[in-house]
C-alpha cells in the first residue's frame, strides 16, 4: 500500500472529525420583513423620558439603558445605569450580549431619538424582542425632565402632576434644589391668642 | 466575507471571469486524471478501474469539510450560498438516465469534451449526440413538463430534511468514502488480475 494513501486518509479523517466538533453559535432567524414594518409602526415601541426616569428612580430591575451614541459623547454626558453600544459594534459579542436576555426591557437612547431608532430596526431585525426607543432622546430628556416647564392656566390637571413629578425627578438626577414658589416662602403668621389683660385703673 | 458577489465585495460582472477560470480548472483536472478515456469512466462498472469514484469522492469530501470550517472561520456564509431546489422524483429518474449515457457512451458531459480536447473521436461523436438529445428534450418538454416540475421541495439540504447537522453527515460522507476507496483497491486488484487483453 502506498504511504501517501494512507497518510491522506488518516488526515482527511481527522478533518473530518473535527467539523463534529466546530460549535457553530446558534443563529437566530431574521425578523420577516413584513413583521418588522408592523413593528415599526406600532407606537408601542417608544417609551417617554417620563417613563424611563420613573423606572430609574424606582430602580426597576428590568430596565436597561443602552446608549446608542458614541464613546466620546457617552464619556460626556448618559443617563445613570446606561450602557454604550455604538451601532457598529451592535452585532459583535460584545454588543449583542446585551440583548435578549428574557424579562429585560431595552431601551435605547441617542441626542435625538433618530440614530436609536435606526439601531432599534437592526437590533429587531437580528431577531431581539422587548426593545424600545426613548422618544425624543436626550434632548427631550432635558427638555422635559432636566428643564421642565411649568404648565400654563388652564392646563389639565395631568399636566401640573405631570409638572411635579418631572421636578421631584430634576432633584433626583441633578441633586438640584427645588425653586420655591413666592407662595410657600411667605411668611407664617402664627397667630396667638391674644391675652387677656388685666383691666387697670378703674373706670 | 464571502460569499463574495452576494456581499458586494466583487461585482456580478465577474460571474463570468471566475466562471471561466473555474472550468479551465475543471476541464484540467478531469483530463489530468484520465477522464478524457472513457475505458477509465466505464471502468467503475466492470470493477477494473474506480477512478472516477475516486476523484469524484475526494472532491466531494474536501469541499464539504472545507466549507464547514470555511464557515466555521467566518470565510463563506454557508446560509447565503444558493442551493438547487430539489424535485425528488424527477431527479431520481434523471440519475437512472445519467447513469445509463455514462455506461452507454462512456462519457460524462463535462469528459467528453475533454476527450475532444484530446483529439478522440468518440469523444466528439459523444458530443454531437449530445446537443442532439438537447434538442430532442427540448422539442418533447411540453409533454413531460408537469413531471419535470412535480415533486417540488424548494431549495432543502440534508439538514433541514432530517435535522440531523451538517458537520454529522459529513463526517459520515467521509467515513464512506475513505472505505470505498480502500475497498474499491482491492476489488480493482482482483479483477485486474484475470484482464490479459488490457494492460493497465
Known sequence: ?203 | MGPLIPNGIITGDWNFVIALLIGIAFGFLLEASGFSSSRNITGVFYGYNFVVLRVFFTAVIVAMVGLLYFDYFGWLDLSKIFILPTFLKPMLLGGVIMGLGFIIGGFCPGTSYTAIAIGKLDGLFFAIGLFIGIYIFSLAFPWFKDFYYSDNMGHVTLTDVTGIPASWFAFGFTIIALAAFWITMIIEKRVRKNFTEYKF
Open chain 1, 1 to 203: 500500500m502506498n504511504r501517501n494513501y494512507i497518510f491522506l486518509t488518516l488526515l482527511m479523517l481527522a478533518l473530518a472529525l473535527g467539523t463534529l466538533f466546530i460549535k457553530k453559535k446558534p443563529t437566530k432567524p431574521e425578523t420577516p420583513p413584513e413583521t418588522l414594518l408592523w413593528e415599526i409602526i406600532q407606537p408601542t415601541r417608544y417609551v417617554s423620558t417620563d417613563q424611563v426616569a420613573r423606572m430609574i428612580i424606582q430602580k426597576d430591575p428590568s430596565l436597561e439603558i443602552i446608549d446608542v451614541r458614541s464613546p466620546k459623547e457617552f464619556s460626556q454626558f448618559t443617563l445613570p445605569g446606561a450602557i454604550n453600544v455604538p451601532p457598529d459594534s451592535l452585532i459583535t459579542e460584545t454588543g449583542s450580549e446585551y440583548f435578549g436576555i428574557p424579562g429585560i426591557k431595552v431601551v435605547f437612547i441617542s441626542n435625538d431619538g433618530i440614530l436609536a431608532d435606526r439601531v432599534w430596526v437592526l437590533a429587531k431585525r437580528l431577531g431581539y424582542n422587548d426593545l424600545y426607543v426613548m422618544k425624543g432622546g436626550l434632548n427631550r430628556w432635558m427638555e422635559t425632565i432636566i428643564q421642565p416647564k411649568e404648565p400654563g392656566e388652564g392646563e389639565p390637571y395631568t399636566a401640573f402632576e405631570e409638572y411635579e413629578f418631572r421636578q421631584g425627578a430634576r432633584l433626583y438626577f441633578t441633586g438640584a434644589k427645588v425653586k420655591t414658589t413666592k407662595a410657600t416662602k411667605a411668611k407664617v403668621i402664627v397667630r396667638r391668642k391674644k391675652k387677656a389683660t388685666v383691666a387697670s385703673g378703674g373706670c
